[in-house]
């Protein structure tokens, strides 16, 4: 159980246009997705945390704007990366837990590789 | 804000041998520890956690990890590696507040 199901797996866009990344958790309801981002060789950075049926929250330095999130169900999430540029090629990843305690571990999806042109 | 250090960045290893990975963390509160590993190809899965109790827990594939409180470390270990253990370790630390922070990874390599 809890499946995390992240599309597309990769996707290369053009200076200048959007890409939606979806996650969607297929076994079980999550309330609240979290966004990621991974640099090579790096560790991974909450972007966001995404609410259902609310507003993201967003970490400090990440533009709201840029990255659009949407939580409109219990078992979807997306990210849209809106006017992409080549600086904002990476690797993005989506995770959900079962339960909204604190001590329930993530469950990610498979990941995103974005690379803007 | 909590922050996560990992000592290692690349850990390369024989078969048989011995592993232990350091993962130390920042924060004055109540906290929950999770490793993380992530196999070549695949994405990241819980190896497991540690959250209150026996602070010697111990998880999937015969890895274990020590809560030393006072140390303020969460050590990945395992008595004999194998060559399917080659992966990405990621230690990661979740408050009360419900948001967790990740250590910059360490890359096991176990040479068969």
């Known amino acids: 159980g809890a499946v995390v199901s992240q599309h597309p797996s990769w996707v290369i866009c053009k200076s200048g246009t959007s890409v939606k990344i979806e996650c969607r958790s297929l076994?079980?309801?999550?309330?609240?997705m979290f966004w990621y981002r991974q640099f090579p060789k790096q560790s991974l950075m909450l972007m966001a945390t995404?609410?259902?049926?609310?507003?993201?929250?967003?970490e400090q330095g990440v533009e709201k704007d840029k990255f659009l999130i949407n939580h409109a169900s219990l078992t979807l999430s997306t990210l849209t990366v809106t006017s992409a540029h080549p600086e904002d090629s990476s690797f993005y990843i989506c995770?959900?837990?079962?339960?909204?305690?604190?001590?329930?571990?993530?469950?990610f999806g498979n990941g995103t590789r974005l690379t803007v042109t | 804000a909590q922050s996560v250090s990992q000592h290692n960045h690349h850990v390369i290893l024989s078969e048989a041998a011995s592993l232990e990975l350091g993962c130390n963390y920042s924060?004055?509160?109540?906290?929950?520890l999770f490793w993380y590993v992530q196999y070549p190809g695949q994405h990241l899965q819980l190896l497991l956690k540690?959250?209150?109790?026996?602070?010697l827990v111990k998880g999937i594939k015969g890895f274990e990890a020590e809560f030393i409180k006072s140390k303020f470390s969460f050590n990945l270990r395992k008595p004999s590696v194998q060559w399917s253990d080659t992966a990405e370790y990621f230690c990661?630390?979740?408050?009360?507040?419900?948001?967790?922070?990740f250590g910059d990874g360490t890359t096991l390599t176990v040479k068969p």
């Open positions: 995770s959900a837990s079962l339960e909204s305690s604190y001590n329930s571990p993530l469950h």
């Open positions: 076994d079980f309801q999550a309330t609240t």
């Open positions: 995404s609410n259902e049926g609310s507003k993201a929250t967003y």
């Open positions: 924060y004055g509160g109540t906290v929950n």
């Open positions: 540690y959250f209150s109790g026996d602070p």
């Open positions: 990661a630390v979740k408050t009360n507040a419900g948001k967790s922070t």
